[in-house]
């Protein structure tokens, strides 16, 4: 059966990642609980010294704009 939630929180990444992939990078959803989204950040975002940075003013931001019910991103 699919989350709703997980399915918008996907929504969202799908129009994040063309800029991650710009530079190599992407976003997997790992999961979607209690306003808690878990991602995976992969590729040349895997390990990147700034990678906090994205996910924090680029991701978990973009989440919380356009899903309010999104608490906090954490990176696994």
Known sequence: MSDPLF???NDVLD???PALMADGGNVDLIDVKDGV???KLV???HG???SQMTLRMGIERELKRQLPEITTVESI
Request: one cysteine or more; charged letters at 25%; glycine letters at 6%.
């Open 48 to 50: 990147c010294p700034m």
């Open 7 to 9: 399915d918008k929180v």
């Open 15 to 17: 129009t994040i990642r």
């Open 37 to 39: 989204v878990k991602v």
């Open 43 to 45: 590729g040349a975002c």
